[in-house]
């Protein structure tokens, strides 16, 4: 199965647009499960499951798209089938087969690119690093972005560590203090490893809105386990408290029985 798979990988010229521009900005955060060749076998492979996350991101339609756990050859792929966007990217370790990233697609037809970057979550954010006590290295990438209407907003994408919770409340301290610096809108998404109400999450439950509470109720939990696993809700997207919120969601669609990845992605509409 996996030779087919590969084969039709390979092969695949699929090319998914961006949409062209409209008044709201479509912010979606989605971890894509990262490659993993030994422990991934079947409908759970990234040969079977990368034309599935193809199709998620062809029907959310996003203008800022944020990933996580993105190892190179993924972004390979999602790189040279994602039409009209350009990337953000920055590995946590040096580029190889297994490094990670938290990459940023937006639409170059409609935005310009102000500034952009990846810094590690540690004391010395500016230089590749790790608190003694992270089980890895942990980034976040951003992008500042003008829309063609004059807007200005900046996206930071991040995944903390998982195992601790004392390294990842230091971890995204270090983002909250980059944040808290940030002139204009802000928009945070990530894997952040944390459920509602974890500690680590306070800063920005306190300088920014959490994108489900701006509708006032819960729908659903984000990390699948590929159906094996509890659910859980660990995905976030964070918005600006005065924004115009339009609407949020999960997507939990199955194709042909095949999770696209073992968390489901998360979507925002806004506009600034």
Known sequence: MRLFSYIAYSLSDKKVAAPAPREDVTVV?????????KA?????????????????????????????????????????????????????????????????????????????GTFWLSDTPDVKSKFEDSWHYRISTFVKLQD????????????????????????????????EKTEGNVVITG?????????????????????KDFRGDVFGATFNG?????????????LPKDCVFLDTGIDKTLYNGVYPSDHYPIWAKVKF
């Open 29 to 37: 955060s989605y971890n894509i499960r990262y490659f993993n060749h």
């Open 40 to 116: 991934d076998h079947g409908k759970r492979h990234w040969y079977v499951r990368a034309k599935y996350v193809l199709r998620e991101i062809e029907k959310l339609q996003p203008d800022v798209l944020c990933l996580q756990e993105v190892h190179p050859p993924q972004f390979d792929y999602l790189k040279k089938h994602l039409a009209h966007y350009d990337a953000e990217i920055g590995y946590r370790e040096e580029r190889g087969v297994h490094s990670e990233a938290c990459p940023i697609f937006y639409n170059a037809e409609r935005f310009t690119l102000l500034d952009s």
């Open 148 to 179: 063609k209407d004059g807007s200005v907003f900046t996206v930071y994408n991040v995944h903390p560590d998982y195992r601790i919770e004392d390294v990842r409340i230091r971890q995204l301290r270090v983002l909250a203090d980059r944040v």
């Open 191 to 211: 894997d952040f490893n944390a459920v509602k109400g974890e500690k680590s999450l306070e800063p920005f439950e306190t300088m920014l809105k959490d994108s």
């Open 226 to 238: 590929f159906g094996e696993k509890p659910e859980e809700w660990i995905d976030f997207i964070y």
